[in-house]
T-cell receptor, first 114, second 111 residues
């Protein structure tokens, strides 16, 4: 069966510090991968998605970047965090062999920027 | 457009039925989803329905789809305290090739 991991689970960082959040998927190959941000426990904002190694699409301009160095690894980064980067970050995957885009989510990372 | 709208909050008593509603505007949506998010956790896929279906039932969950009105609902029978969570609907459109999520409905179950 497929599983998706995210770490760390929680993170408190000062403004201006760098960020690296990691997401890995097990039990599947060539997944689509996604990064979302959820502010204040409400709606989801799609930040990045990837259909393959080194292929990243950005949905909104922001202080963040994403990379996919391996097939089942997706990393969210920032060189200098802003207060507005605080939120709950969710990684998700979907199968490229399905006709739908059914997405399966990881447990999330709670980021607080002080 | 691809806006997906949900009411923000719903409160029901334990044992009653809950009905969570969702409206969408993209008539080309092919699949519609319901996800559940418990506090501090990721989203859990509950169920989905293909656009050529009117209804899908899975144990205590019933999904109704009205394509004419672009209306999707999730009914939870015999609602329990463990059903307290935020529920998101989402639509998949082949043209955009992505999921668009609603704003989420917070379900509160009271004793």
């Amino acid at each position: 069966s497929q599983t998706i991991h995210q770490w760390p689970a929680t993170l408190v960082q000062p403004v201006g510090s760098p960020l690296s959040l990691e997401c890995t998927v097990e039990g599947t190959s060539n997944p689509n991968l996604y990064w979302y941000r959820q502010a204040a426990g409400r709606g989801l904002q799609l930040l990045f998605y990837s259909v393959g190694i080194g292929q990243i699409s950005s949905e909104v301009p922001q202080n963040l970047s994403a990379s996919r160095p391996q097939d089942r690894q997706f990393i969210l980064s920032s060189k200098k965090l802003l207060l507005s980067d605080s939120g709950f970050y969710l990684c998700a995957w979907s199968s490229r062999t399905e006709s739908t885009d059914t997405q399966y989510f990881g447990p999330g990372t709670r980021l607080t920027v002080l | 457009g691809e806006d997906v709208e949900q009411s923000l909050f719903l409160s029901v008593r334990e044992g009653d039925s809950s009905v969570i509603n969702c409206t969408y505007t993209d008539s080309s949506s092919t699949y519609l989803y319901w996800y559940k998010q418990e506090p501090g956790a990721g989203l859990q896929l509950l169920t989905y329905i293909f656009s050529n279906m009117d209804m899908k039932q899975d144990q205590r969950l019933t999904v109704l789809l009205n394509k004419k009105d672009k209306h999707l609902s999730l009914r939870i029978a015999d609602t329990q305290t463990g059903d307290s969570a935020i529920y998101f609907c989402a639509e998949y459109t082949g043209t955009a090739s992505k999921l668009t999520f609603g704003t989420g409905t917070r379900l509160q179950v009271t004793l």
